[in-house]
């Protein structure tokens, strides 16, 4: 299963990050916001990177910064704890997917952000 994840665009997950986000009232540009924070990526980058139909790996593989303060996201995503994810990869997915839930629970950005 994960290899599948792996190998799935990340252009083909996008949309759904950013329909779970607006179904419960958040943007696009938010979704952006916290996919650009987490990666490094600056908007045209992101925007190639999905025009690309870029997967997975190569997604995160090539994003400029890793933000180092992702490592403070902690919690359940999909019945398995982001933080004990031991899988480097699955587990930057798992952050993304954690940050997109938080988003869409109503979270406020600085804290998503994890900026306070």
Do not use: Q
């Amino acid at each position: 299963m994960t290899h599948r994840i792996y190998a799935m665009s990340f252009a083909s997950v996008y949309p759904h990050y950013v329909a779970k986000a607006e179904r419960k009232g958040r943007t696009k540009a938010e979704v952006d916001e916290i996919i650009l924070w987490l990666t490094g990526f600056d908007p045209a980058g992101l925007e190639a990177e999905i025009a690309a139909g870029t997967d997975f790996r190569t997604f995160f593989d090539r994003a400029p910064r890793l933000n180092p303060a992702r490592e403070l996201i902690t919690g359940v995503v999909c019945g398995v704890r982001v933080e004990a994810v031991a899988e480097p990869l699955m587990r930057e997915i798992r952050y993304l997917d954690k940050l997109i839930d938080e988003l869409a629970k109503g979270r406020k950005m600085e804290k998503i952000l994890r900026a306070g």
